[in-house]
């Protein structure tokens, strides 16, 4: 089936936004610098991969996240995105409130 690539744009703009909302809403400052660091490695790579496309700057060999073919950038989304839902899940943990 044919995906749009405005639909790919949606997934990366939402995938962005929560990040931005997990950073926003973490209680402990180093769930914030890692949700930080992996929102600037998601928008690093989308933004760089657009540019590309849109012909605004030289293509150079960063693969967009999720789509791209290679396996080591794949197992480092992922690993990624399971820090953030750690991030988000103790993000209200009370233990660490007090």
């Not at 930080?36 to 060999?61: K, Q, Y």
């Amino acid at each position: 089936m044919y995906s749009h690539p405005k639909y790919a744009s949606a997934l990366f703009f939402f995938i962005l936004a929560r990040t931005l909302l997990i950073v926003k809403n973490t209680a402990d400052a180093f769930g914030r610098y890692i949700a930080t660091g992996i929102f600037g490695l998601f928008f690093f790579h989308f933004a760089v991969n657009v540019g590309m496309v849109m012909g605004l700057i030289p293509v150079v060999g960063i693969p967009l996240p999720f789509l791209s073919y290679g396996g080591s950038f794949l197992w480092t989304t992922m690993i990624c995105m399971g820090l953030l839902m750690s991030i988000n899940y103790r993000c209200f943990d009370v233990r660490r409130l007090w």
